[in-house]
């Protein structure tokens, strides 16, 4: 079985939950025993690493050709204890008006008055906060005098403090960002009223984005302790009935109720000897009479769906399990020993890829079935808690890669014809068709598919714990065609014109005011190879308010550079390349991506060193000039990526030490509506893994690359380059292959020529006193040549070079790439420059991303 991760690279890593193991976690005690395979591997996307993995893995042999250790045996069990959940009351009563407004006692909070004052709406199932202002003085008095000597005051922790959505401000500050944006004010002024108006109305009859973003508390299957109410939106139904094993699939036994809102709900009494109505794991669906026929779907709100052997449509679980159900699954294998991997190898996140359950597995997770249900190709939505808990006490971010760009064309366990109309949760006709992927699209303009895809995110926060996203398919979302067949050249009218989708925009920053607003600590990052303006902007000035965006230009680049004689790379073009971006707007850049590691393509590794890496990557034998230039190239890239790339840094796993091959799912035949038939392999795991083993062999090439990666990360961790505000490039020499940066107190030097080593050749550089090599592409450890004398110390010299007030000699062999550190300071000021800088940059936290894939045969 396979699963994908990211990770990603902060410089400092605020977690959204303290601790791994919270009170409110929906989990019940469970021991989860571990017993691993004697073969996996993984694919990931590491930021920064540092890599002393304990935990090895034993190896597949896909080629004869292929050098790897021996076999070891590392089976084992392990044995963690997860926390008793709460489990939450529901009545089997309709929505109930949001009217009765009162009060929060006001003592809870003493200590925050001063802040804010918070209402609870009552429903007659418990409480939903949301935030009013109040009189700032007359709560600091009142708080002044409440508070006695002697008297004990408790400090509210983050966790318990209340959460406040900001409410929308003038959304006129991108003027003042970007005065070019002034030209299109109409449709961003447009834009941004749609989306206050979107707001207000939210306020106004759902009680605000607190509240409209918890649909999973009323829709769906809710538990009571008197029973189970099941509620589902489906207003083409014409009638509807809960069917499933636990009523033998009877259509006429449990029938639900239609309200004038198109939502049909049943409540299930508990049995006579207090036992729930529909047994754990159960299979159920929704029979309903629609306009194109008798149908049986998974209710849209399932949390868990299962593929059973033989079948395939899914079929919807009813899930809620015992107080003990141990299971053997991939999650916790994650869990145990790739997290630690990617803890010593230096990265500080982690992006979780396909947990939104998928029917088809080669769709690398995004032809989203059942948005709700984590996949159960890897274990239970336990499994995927304890992997989460485990992460934070590691210190690691955990993301998730989230999918409301589209979903599945599945009818019989997906969303589509949900309620037998085309237009139910998308856009009806063609224009709710994504031609290219064969799926549906969202229509954001519906109050329901908002609560939907709203309370979606909401629900993987604060059910999971997972502290932020990774938005996937955002170009596709906001532009009517999807960006297909289209070429963006930065002028402002193909942003903002009639091809905008302004609904999907919208939605966007609603659920970036969501996020924020209730998880202030919490990432966002959207996949947009547009450069929409404003894109990283908050939504209160006017913005779409992601955090970062994804600088998917890089990877292609380098795929396109690779493809060209070394003589033919152009250093301007590669610079420009790397630092074209929104001024404040952050970008989490990498040299690789998945799709090009996926069959059909290949990696980075092997468009370099192609199937020489099958012979020639065991030090006990000669190299050859493609493995040398190749390992030499690899490590360049990766680290001119980092250095100049954005504000954070992704790796898709494996690529930390030029995994050679690409990654391929199990999968049959499949027939596309318009009758091509695209080959399967069998249903194959051959290529379904990362060999992780071959970084960790000391006798192989990978491993030289693999340290190189180690240090690289840990270079960022030591000096904090990519949060420096301090960038300037003092050289693209177009004739000597050079480039040349600044980044903080270090200098940057690559050398991509391929025969030509430079004596005494002079930097340029800001600060004087003396430097020192910090990391060296050849160093003998990284697999290189060890030309450069490391105990050398480098002294500057006055005098203007390259636009720099100063500047030392240094030895650049050929492709290599040098990063010098200033060690000692001198006691003067650094001199005033008139010369132009390349834009500034923004930065906070750099971002380092890692994507596993997990095998189990």
Same mark, same amino acid.
């Given at each position: /079985?396979?699963?994908?991760?990211?990770?990603?690279?902060?410089?400092?890593?605020?977690?959204?939950?303290?601790?791994?193991?919270?009170?409110?976690?929906?989990?019940?005690?469970?021991?989860?025993?571990? #017993?691993?395979?004697?073969?996996?591997?993984?694919?990931?996307?590491?930021?920064?690493?540092?890599?002393?993995?304990?935990?090895?893995?034993?190896?597949?042999?896909?080629?004869? #050709?292929?050098? %790897?250790?021996?076999?070891?045996?590392?089976?084992?069990?392990?044995?963690?204890?997860?926390?008793?959940?709460?489990?939450?009351?529901?009545?089997?009563?309709?929505?109930?008006?949001?009217?009765?407004?009162?009060?929060?006692?006001?003592?809870?909070?003493?200590?925050?008055?001063?802040?804010?004052?918070?209402?609870?709406?009552?429903?007659?199932?418990?409480?939903?906060?949301?935030?009013?202002?109040?009189?700032?003085?007359?709560?600091?008095?009142?708080?002044?005098?409440?508070?006695?000597?002697?008297?004990?005051?408790?400090?509210?922790?983050?966790?318990?403090?209340?959460?406040?959505?900001?409410?929308?401000?003038?959304?006129?500050?991108?003027?003042?960002?970007?005065?070019?944006?002034?030209?299109?004010?109409?449709?961003?002024?447009?834009?941004?009223?749609?989306?206050?108006?979107?707001?207000?109305?939210?306020?106004?009859?759902?009680?605000?984005?607190?509240?409209?973003?918890?649909?999973?508390?009323? $829709?769906?299957?809710?538990?009571?302790?008197?029973?189970?109410?099941?509620?589902?939106?489906?207003?083409?139904?014409?009638?509807?009935?809960?069917?499933?094993?636990?009523?033998?699939?009877?259509?006429?036994?449990?029938?639900?109720?239609?309200?004038?809102?198109?939502?049909?709900?049943?409540?299930?009494?508990?049995?006579?000897?207090?036992?729930?109505?529909?047994?754990?794991?159960?299979?159920?669906?929704?029979?309903?009479?629609?306009?194109?026929?008798? #149908?049986?779907?998974?209710?849209?709100?399932?949390?868990?769906?299962?593929?059973?052997?033989?079948?395939?449509?899914?079929?919807?679980?009813?899930?809620?399990?015992?107080?003990?159900?141990?299971?053997?699954?991939?999650?916790?294998?994650?869990?145990?020993?790739?997290?630690?991997?990617?803890?010593?190898?230096?990265?500080?996140?982690?992006?979780?890829?396909?947990?939104?359950?998928?029917?088809?597995?080669?769709?690398?997770?995004?032809?989203?079935?059942?948005?709700?249900?984590?996949?159960?190709?890897?274990?239970? =939505?336990?499994?995927?808690?304890?992997?989460?808990?485990?992460?934070?006490?590691?210190?690691?971010?955990?993301? /998730?890669?989230?999918?409301?760009?589209?979903?599945?064309?599945?009818?019989?366990?997906?969303?589509?014809?949900?309620?037998?109309?085309?237009?139910?949760?998308?856009? =009806?006709?063609?224009?709710?068709?994504?031609?290219?992927?064969?799926?549906?699209?969202?229509?954001?303009?519906?109050?329901?598919?908002?609560?939907?895809?709203?309370?979606?995110?909401?629900?993987?926060?604060?059910?999971?714990?997972?502290?932020?996203?990774?938005?996937?398919?955002?170009?596709?979302?906001?532009?009517?065609?999807?960006?297909?067949?289209?070429?963006?050249?930065?002028?402002?009218?193909?942003?903002?014109?009639?091809?905008?989708?302004?609904?999907?925009?919208?939605? $966007?920053?609603?659920?970036?005011?969501?996020?924020?607003?209730?998880?202030?600590?919490?990432?966002?990052?959207?996949?947009?190879?547009?450069?929409?303006?404003?894109?990283?902007?908050?939504?209160?000035?006017?913005?779409?308010?992601?955090?970062?965006?994804? *600088? +998917?230009?890089?990877?292609?680049?380098?795929?396109? $550079?690779?493809?060209?004689?070394?003589?033919?790379?152009?250093?301007?073009?590669?610079?420009?390349?790397?630092?074209?971006?929104?001024?404040?707007?952050?970008?989490?850049?990498?040299?690789?991506?998945?799709?090009?590691?996926?069959?059909?393509?290949?990696?980075?590794?092997?468009?370099? +060193?192609? #199937?020489?890496?099958?012979?020639?990557?065991?030090?006990?034998?000669?190299?050859?000039?493609?493995?040398?230039?190749?390992?030499?190239?690899?490590? /360049? %890239?990766?680290?001119?990526?980092?250095?100049?790339?954005?504000?954070?840094?992704?790796?898709?796993?494996?690529?930390?030490?030029?995994?050679?091959?690409?990654?391929?799912?199990?999968?049959?035949?499949?027939?596309?509506?318009?009758?091509?038939?695209?080959?399967?392999?069998?249903?194959?795991?051959?290529?379904?893994?990362?060999?992780?083993?071959?970084?960790?062999?000391?006798?192989?090439?990978?491993?030289? +690359?693999?340290?190189?990666?180690?240090?690289?990360?840990?270079?960022?961790?030591?000096?904090?380059?990519?949060?420096?505000?301090?960038?300037?490039?003092?050289?693209?020499?177009?004739?000597?292959?050079?480039?040349?940066?600044?980044?903080?107190?270090?200098?940057?030097?690559?050398?991509?020529?391929?025969?030509?080593?430079?004596?005494?050749?002079?930097?340029?550089?800001?600060? =004087?006193?003396?430097?020192? %090599?910090?990391?060296?592409?050849?160093?003998?450890?990284?697999?290189?040549?060890?030309?450069?004398? *490391?105990?050398?110390?480098?002294?500057?010299?006055?005098?203007?070079?390259?636009?720099?007030?100063?500047?030392?000699?240094?030895?650049?062999?050929?492709?290599?790439?040098?990063?010098?550190?200033?060690?000692?300071?001198?006691?003067?000021?650094?001199?005033?420059?008139?010369?132009?800088?390349?834009?500034?940059?923004?930065?906070?936290? =750099?971002?380092?991303?890692?994507?596993?894939?997990?095998?189990?045969?």
């Amino acid at each position: /079985m396979v699963y994908t991760i990211s990770g990603i690279r902060f410089p400092v890593v605020p977690s959204l939950h303290k601790s791994s193991l919270r009170g409110d976690r929906r989990t019940s005690s469970y021991s989860l025993f571990l #017993k691993k395979s004697n073969s996996f591997s993984r694919t990931s996307l590491y930021a920064k690493f540092s890599h002393d993995s304990e935990s090895k893995s034993s190896t597949i042999a896909e080629s004869d #050709k292929v050098l %790897i250790p021996e076999d070891q045996d590392i089976s084992a069990s392990v044995k963690d204890q997860l926390e008793t959940p709460e489990i939450i009351s529901e009545d089997a009563q309709s929505f109930q008006k949001l009217e009765d407004l009162t009060m929060k006692d006001e003592n809870k909070y003493n200590l925050d008055e001063a802040a804010s004052s918070y209402r609870e709406v009552g429903d007659g199932q418990g409480s939903v906060m949301s935030s009013s202002p109040v009189d700032v003085n007359t709560n600091a008095q009142a708080n002044k005098t409440s508070v006695h000597s002697g008297e004990k005051v408790k400090i509210l922790s983050d966790e318990d403090k209340p959460k406040i959505i900001p409410p929308p401000g003038t959304g006129q500050k991108i003027y003042e960002i970007d005065s070019f944006l002034k030209a299109h004010s109409q449709h961003l002024d447009f834009r941004y009223g749609q989306y206050k108006r979107i707001r207000e109305e939210i306020d106004k009859y759902e009680g605000g984005l607190d509240a409209f973003s918890r649909g999973y508390e009323k $829709l769906g299957f809710t538990r009571s302790a008197t029973g189970i109410t099941y509620r589902e939106w489906a207003p083409g139904a014409k009638s509807a009935a809960l069917v499933g094993d636990f009523n033998n699939w009877n259509p006429n036994a449990d029938v639900m109720t239609r309200d004038d809102f198109g939502v049909w709900e049943i409540f299930l009494p508990n049995n006579a000897d207090g036992s729930p109505p529909i047994p754990h794991g159960s299979r159920v669906k929704i029979h309903m009479n629609t306009p194109s026929g008798i #149908k049986d779907s998974i209710p849209a709100w399932i949390k868990f769906s299962v593929q059973a052997p033989g079948e395939i449509p899914y079929n919807g679980i009813y899930y809620d399990p015992p107080e003990e159900e141990p299971k053997i699954n991939t999650y916790a294998n994650f869990r145990d020993d790739v997290l630690p991997r990617i803890k010593k190898l230096g990265y500080n996140a982690v992006q979780i890829m396909a947990i939104q359950e998928h029917s088809y597995y080669a769709s690398f997770g995004y032809h989203v079935t059942n948005f709700f249900a984590p996949s159960s190709r890897f274990g239970t =939505p336990e499994d995927l808690k304890s992997l989460i808990d485990r992460a934070h006490e590691l210190g690691l971010l955990v993301l /998730m890669d989230i999918v409301h760009s589209h979903a599945s064309n599945n009818t019989l366990d997906g969303l589509n014809m949900f309620d037998g109309t085309d237009g139910h949760y998308f856009h =009806p006709g063609s224009r709710g068709y994504h031609w290219m992927w064969d799926s549906r699209l969202f229509n954001y303009g519906s109050w329901e598919v908002l609560r939907y895809l709203l309370s979606n995110a909401r629900w993987w926060l604060d059910e999971y714990k997972f502290d932020g996203f990774r938005f996937d398919g955002v170009t596709s979302m906001m532009y009517t065609h999807h960006g297909l067949q289209v070429s963006f050249t930065g002028n402002y009218n193909e942003y903002f014109g009639f091809a905008t989708d302004v609904d999907a925009v919208v939605y $966007l920053m609603l659920v970036n005011d969501l996020i924020h607003g209730l998880f202030p600590e919490a990432v966002t990052i959207g996949e947009d190879v547009s450069g929409m303006p404003t894109f990283c902007v908050p939504t209160q000035d006017g913005g779409i308010g992601f955090n970062y965006r994804l *600088h +998917m230009a890089i990877a292609d680049k380098w795929i396109e $550079l690779l493809k060209k004689k070394d003589e033919d790379w152009r250093m301007g073009d590669i610079v420009h390349t790397l630092t074209n971006r929104r001024w404040l707007e952050k970008c989490v850049a990498y040299a690789e991506s998945h799709d090009q590691a996926l069959v059909g393509d290949k990696t980075l590794a092997f468009w370099l +060193m192609d #199937k020489d890496m099958y012979d020639f990557m065991a030090l006990d034998r000669p190299s050859t000039p493609l493995i040398d230039r190749g390992i030499a190239l690899h490590k /360049m %890239i990766r680290l001119i990526t980092m250095g100049l790339g954005g504000e954070g840094y992704l790796n898709f796993m494996g690529n930390e030490f030029g995994h050679p091959e690409w990654i391929d799912f199990p999968r049959g035949e499949q027939h596309l509506p318009n009758g091509v038939v695209v080959p399967g392999n069998n249903n194959s795991f051959d290529k379904c893994r990362r060999r992780f083993d071959l970084g960790d062999a000391e006798y192989l090439r990978y491993h030289g +690359m693999q340290e190189f990666d180690q240090a690289m990360q840990h270079l960022e961790e030591s000096y904090g380059f990519m949060t420096s505000e301090h960038q300037y490039i003092s050289r693209k020499n177009e004739g000597d292959k050079v480039i040349i940066f600044e980044r903080d107190n270090l200098v940057f030097v690559f050398n991509f020529h391929w025969t030509n080593s430079y004596s005494d050749y002079r930097v340029g550089c800001l600060m =004087p006193g003396k430097y020192k %090599i910090v990391l060296d592409s050849d160093d003998a450890l990284f697999g290189g040549f060890n030309r450069i004398n *490391h105990t050398a110390e480098y002294f500057t010299s006055e005098g203007w070079y390259d636009d720099r007030p100063r500047s030392f000699l240094v030895y650049a062999p050929c492709r290599t790439a040098v990063v010098y550190a200033l060690v000692d300071g001198v006691d003067s000021e650094p001199v005033e420059q008139s010369v132009e800088v390349e834009q500034p940059v923004e930065v906070e936290q =750099p971002v380092e991303i890692e994507q596993s894939v997990e095998v189990e045969p």
